[in-house]
């Protein structure tokens, strides 16, 4: 079985910063990619950065997210950072953790695995 878990949310005013943790812990054989995904209420999920694991940790960033927000891995392991700077009120959101392609221990196939999702709210 495999989870996600998430921390690090919470309130914060415009122009602060937060620092979201995600740990993916279970019977993991590879991951191809981890990071980060953000909904708003009434919007549709969308993009905030994505650490691939296998080529050479190659980053994709929201274009909203560029030059704020940094996302960084765990000396080889399964969990990843996202560091959040110079937030503003449109980055009030859920942050949920994905796991690209996780391949466990008894699966053949991989599969996407998604947290629960944390809550970051910015005030203006």
């Known amino acids: 079985q495999v989870q996600l878990v998430e921390s690090g949310g919470g309130l914060v005013q415009t122009g602060g910063s937060l620092r979201l943790t995600c740990t993916a812990s279970?019977?993991?054989?590879?991951?191809?990619?981890m990071g980060w995904y953000r909904q708003a209420p009434g919007k549709e999920r969308e993009l905030v950065a994505m650490l691939n694991f296998r080529y050479g940790g190659y980053i994709n960033y929201g274009d909203s997210v560029k030059g704020r927000f940094t996302i960084s891995r765990e000396n080889a392991k399964n969990t990843v950072y996202l560091q959040m700077n110079s937030l503003k009120p449109e980055d009030t959101a859920v942050y949920y953790c994905k796991a690209d392609s996780l391949i466990t221990t008894t699966a053949i196939l991989g599969r996407d695995y998604w947290g629960q999702g944390t809550q970051v709210t910015v005030s203006s």
């Open positions: 279970g019977s993991i054989f590879s991951i191809n990619a």
